[in-house]
């Protein structure tokens, strides 16, 4: 079976913490930060890399477009 | 192999459309119109159409619309966009021309020009942000607003005696000879974002055809006027605006 592996990148300061990323992630490999960004937003990241499937279902619901996705297939 | 290794411009699936730019978007977190802005953008990148794109952007919370997307904009007065965009639409007919407008906006004060604009089937493409609320202004009610559902000026839940029928003006666009697709989608989910991206490249295409006038509604949340958190937003307008709003195209000639 091909298996992929998916890696997401935050754009930290554009993120509104608005948590639809992680609601929408199939895989839960997403969180809320503790720490907040400079606007006081505490924002996705990745707490589950390991489970990323590179699907791009966070970044397709993400309002703000602060999601890139990299995907590869082993 | 490693976050880093994957973390590579050969293996890049998604990322932010060119044509938005870097500005923040002021709109609060959560908000359905920064998803529609960035479907919107990445359909212009796909038609290789930045030079050749002209948006009218409303009054309400998308008035800063031309912020954000790097294309050619007017900003019209309130309810006022479908009647520039004819003005833009005739008089550079090889431009592709849409109005980004709120429900307050094309349904309430824009009522006349959105239906004229219609019936006329002009050349253009409307995108209808229909939150069921006047988002800008403080969460009053709009001619959209569900029976029950409360809003600033309605505290208790609107009622038909006291304020009406809610308005189904997509329905109404339907009926109308001059439109040629009228269709109702959603952004909550991925499966939603990619078939309202569908629609809106549609209606784009059609408006280069001078097929007529294409309408995609998108049932969206207003979670600040809702006063619900962006999730249990998505979950309210599922139960609560499909029923009234049911997605699916209503005319597509
Ligand atoms: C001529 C005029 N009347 C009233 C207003 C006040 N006003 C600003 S935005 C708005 C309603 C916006 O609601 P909607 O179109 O639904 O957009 P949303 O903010 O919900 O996206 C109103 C009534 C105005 N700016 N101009
Ligand atoms: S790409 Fe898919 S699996 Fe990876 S974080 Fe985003 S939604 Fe989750
Ligand atoms: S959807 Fe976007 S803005 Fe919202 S928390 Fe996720 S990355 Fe941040
Ligand atoms: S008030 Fe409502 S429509 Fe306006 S930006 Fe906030 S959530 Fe979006
Ligand atoms: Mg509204």
């Known amino acids: ?74 | 192999m490693t976050v880093n290794e994957i973390i590579n411009p050969a293996n890049l699936v998604y990322e932010k459309p060119k044509v938005m730019n870097d500005t923040p978007m002021h709109y609060c977190p959560g908000c359905s119109h920064g998803v529609v802005h960035k479907l919107i953008a990445e359909i212009i990148e796909e038609m290789d159409f930045q030079e050749k794109t002209i948006g009218i952007a409303p009054v309400g919370c998308a008035v800063f619309a031309y912020k954000y997307l790097d294309i050619d904009w007017q900003q019209a007065a309130h309810g006022r966009a479908p009647a520039l965009a004819t003005a833009v639409k005739r008089l550079l007919p090889d431009r592709l021309v849409f109005t980004y407008q709120g429900d307050g906006d094309l349904a309430a004060i824009g009522t006349a020009e959105t239906i004229h604009a219609a019936n006329r089937g002009e050349n253009i493409a409307i995108i209808f942000i229909n939150n069921g609320i006047y988002g800008m202004t403080g969460g009053q009610m709009a001619p959209t607003t569900l029976v029950g559902m409360k809003s600033s000026t309605s505290p208790n839940g609107r009622t038909v005696p006291l304020n009406g029928n809610p308005l189904d003006i997509t329905k109404l666009l339907a009926q109308l000879d001059g439109t040629c697709y009228v269709t109702r989608q959603s952004v909550h989910t991925v499966g939603s974002v990619r078939k309202t991206k569908k629609a809106i490249r549609k209606a784009f295409e059609n408006s280069m055809m001078n097929k007529g006038t294409s309408v995609v509604e998108v049932v969206s949340t207003c979670n600040s006027g809702w006063k619900l958190t962006p999730e249990a937003s998505n979950d309210w307008m599922v139960e609560n605006m499909f029923p009234a709003y049911p997605l699916g195209d209503l005319k597509d000639l």
Request: proline fraction near 4%; include cysteine.
């Open chain 1, 1 to 74: 079976m091909a298996k992929v592996k998916g890696a997401v990148v935050v754009n930290i300061e554009r993120c509104k913490g608005c948590n639809l990323c992680v609601v929408a992630c199939p895989s839960q490999v997403l969180e809320l930060s503790i720490e907040a960004n400079s606007k006081g937003y505490n924002f996705s990241t990745m707490v589950v890399p390991d489970s990323c499937v590179g699907c791009a279902a966070c970044a397709l619901v993400c309002p703000d477009a602060c999601i890139t996705v990299y995907k590869v297939r082993l």
